[in-house]
């Protein structure tokens, strides 16, 4: 990437934040310790507490033999014996056993829901012991469950492919103190959800009791609770943005039937129209909305109308402001340098949901649930003649995404679009690009707007022009104005904004995606590789070559056009990746040609990580020795993956 900061570098528009050094955890612990004070939280004896700073160490470093972390699981929990309370109670202790929970032996398990059963009621309300209770919650319900996920994985499989049913390694005396588990503590919440619900510790315990009890494995834009065992971690992406359909496990009926409790009960609460207004009760309704959302339809249905009717924008608000005139007033900004923040930010003509940050989080979660009917309800009452506005709000753009993404009729896109179509400039210049890319997957998702978004794109990007459309996908990427970049300075390293990337791919999915494919390819050499040597640019050939509206021809002209920088992409972290894609798109012929390249300097490939990886996958050296082996090696490859 560039040598410029991000202060003095004209290719980002946006500042990056200075973002906070993280504290080491476990080198606070060590200095705890050494201060004589074991940890926060209840006292530990000490050479218990020093025996798990180095165990967090251990696990820090990775085990790889599946026995040696049974060992460790099991060696560290025998040490807790006697000393539960105090250990879960404790700073240190408590993270330590919240890691090895999962990987505990039913033994061990069961030891500590016997012993933390009877101190629920202080447990629920500490700040360390009631994360141990969470993963308790969340450790037995796995369990108690896993066997209907293994015969629901039966049933999607063809019968000519099934394979026996392996048991499970618990016994069933211990799945059923597991349900039992599970059961009990989600009465419980359930039975002091009036107390539960103010505490901010208490209230974490509510939300996993509604995730475990209605089948949620990860909420929209929530990260996997990644264990310290590097191995036992596949993915830690998470959910990505832009999704609009949540998975969920498959679940007994009596845990369906404790969701409705949960449902009834907050929702005859006298201030339930007031709670989507505080963060603590707005995180806890979200998480209550996607459950009831895999429970009960009509529950689900029910609940929006509520929030909507009486929280988001109840009968008896009135603006305060004329919508159409603010709108009108806000079109300028595109033409300004200083956009005025007061005028921005002036939420006093809009809903009352949008005056404040939980609520507007609880609106996004009921536009994810909302069935057809319920969705069109929430957007002719909150939304209409306001996008424009909203769009340029840095605190309601996220909404205005969720709101395009859970679009499912065309009729009803375009009017969304058409509100948003002289904004493109406005949305660039306040860094809310995400609204762009939203409405280029929703062009592509519903097959809609898209010459029109193309215009409008080419518009806000100053290259509307015969000179200008050469540089459409390299203004895209980097989402600036044909006036803000250095057209002689594209063969090297620049800012490539993640939103441009995703909207370019979305581009090149459109029916007719000409003026993106015919950019790129007016590029030299040197500057494609720039692009798919990038970590967000080298996406676009993911794109290029996969999209069913990119010609045949295009694509090999791109191919001919980096011939002589393989060697290069291929050394590459990111360019390897594009590299790839390019490859398995290419001809036979073209193959061929490509593995001539690389192989006649095949000891570079070995230079770097990324080019050996290359080398193996496509046995660079079998190429070497004989092209006619080389090619049957394949043809068989690809007859045994169909």
């Known amino acids: 990437m560039s040598e410029e900061t991000p202060e003095n570098n004209q290719n980002n528009p946006i500042p990056k934040r200075n973002r906070k050094k993280r504290k080491n955890f476990i080198a606070n612990a060590k200095k705890y310790a050494k201060k004589g004070q074991m940890g926060r939280g209840t006292r530990m004896p000490d050479e218990l507490y020093q ?121 069933e005396e211990h799945i059923q103190n597991c349900y039992d588990f599970t059961i009990k503590i989600c009465k419980y919440a359930l039975n002091n959800l009036e107390d539960f619900v103010w505490d901010q510790y208490a209230n974490h315990i509510l939300r996993s009791a509604l995730k475990c009890l ?74 209550l909305l996607y459950a009831i959302k895999n429970v009960d339809n009509t529950m689900t249905k029910d609940l929006l109308k509520r929030l909507l009717n009486e929280s988001f924008a109840p009968d008896d608000w009135t603006s305060k402001g004329n919508d159409e005139k ?110 762009l890319v939203a409405l280029a997957k929703a062009c592509v998702r519903l097959r809609a707007r898209q010459a029109q978004f193309i215009s409008n794109l080419e518009a806000a990007l100053m290259c509307s022009g015969e000179l200008g459309q050469k540089y459409f996908a390299v203004l895209c990427l980097r989402l600036l104005p044909l006036d803000r970049i250095d057209v002689t300075k594209l063969d090297k390293e620049y800012f490539i904004n993640v939103h441009g990337s995703v909207v370019l791919q979305s581009i090149l999915e459109f029916q007719r995606p000409a003026r993106a494919v015919n950019s790129l390819l007016e590029l030299s050499a040197e500057e494609l590789v720039v692009i798919l040597c990038d970590a967000k640019g080298s996406h676009v050939a993911d794109a290029f070559c996969s999209s069913l509206c990119v010609g045949v021809k295009a694509r090999d002209k791109l191919i001919w056009k980096l011939k002589g920088y393989y060697q290069k992409l291929a050394l590459s972290q990111h360019g390897s990746r594009a590299f790839e894609q390019i490859f398995e798109s290419a001809s036979p012929e073209q193959q061929v040609k490509v593995m001539t390249e690389i192989s006649d300097k095949s000891n570079l490939l070995n230079s770097t990580n990324y080019g050996r990886i290359i080398a193996a996958k496509l046995d660079v050296a079998t190429f070497k020795l004989s092209q006619s082996k080389w090619e049957q090696s394949r043809l068989k490859t690809k007859k045994d993956d169909k």
């Open 214 to 287: 209605s089948g949620i494995t990860l909420l929209p834009g929530e990260k996997p609770k990644t264990n310290i065992f590097k191995e036992t971690v596949p993915d830690n992406k998470g959910i990505p943005p832009h999704l609009t359909k949540l998975d969920y496990k498959k679940v007994p009926d009596k845990f369906k039937e404790l969701v409705k409790e949960f449902a009834n009960r907050l929702s005859s609460w006298p201030q339930f129209k007031d709670l989507p207004y505080q963060n603590i009760t707005s995180a806890l309704l979200q998480v």
């Open 51 to 171: 025996y798990f700073v180095g165990i967090l160490d251990a696990m820090k470093q990775g085990v790889e033999d599946k026995e040696e972390r049974v060992a460790l699981v099991n060696n560290v929990l025998e040490r807790t014996k006697g000393e539960e309370l105090n250990v879960v109670g404790n700073q240190l202790g408590c993270r330590v056993i919240e890691l090895l929970l999962p990987f505990a032996s039913a033994e061990d398990l069961e030891r500590f829901m016997e012993i933390l059963s009877p101190e629920l009621r202080r447990l629920c309300s500490d700040n360390f012991t009631s994360h141990v209770v969470e993963t308790l919650l969340r450790v037995s319900c796995s369990r108690a469950t896993e066997k209907l996920q293994k015969e629901d994985e039966e049933e999607e499989v063809p019968k000519k492919k099934k394979k026996k049913n392996t048991e499970s390694e618990y016994s």
């Open 326 to 435: 603010k709108s009108d007033e806000k079109i300028d900004v595109d033409n300004k340098e200083d956009v005025n923040e007061s005028i921005v930010n002036d939420t006093s003509n809009l809903p009352p949901v949008f005056s404040d940050q939980a609520a507007v989080r609880l609106l996004e979660a009921a536009l994810f649930v909302a069935k057809k009917k319920m969705y069109t309800q929430i957007y002719a009452k909150c939304f209409i003649n306001r996008l424009g506005q909203l769009a340029t709000v840095p605190m309601l753009n996220f909404t205005v995404q969720r709101l395009v993404d859970n679009c499912q009729i065309k009729e009803e896109f375009e009017p969304m679009f058409d509100e948003l179509s002289d904004r493109f400039g406005a949305i660039m210049a306040c860094g809310n690009t995400g609204v």
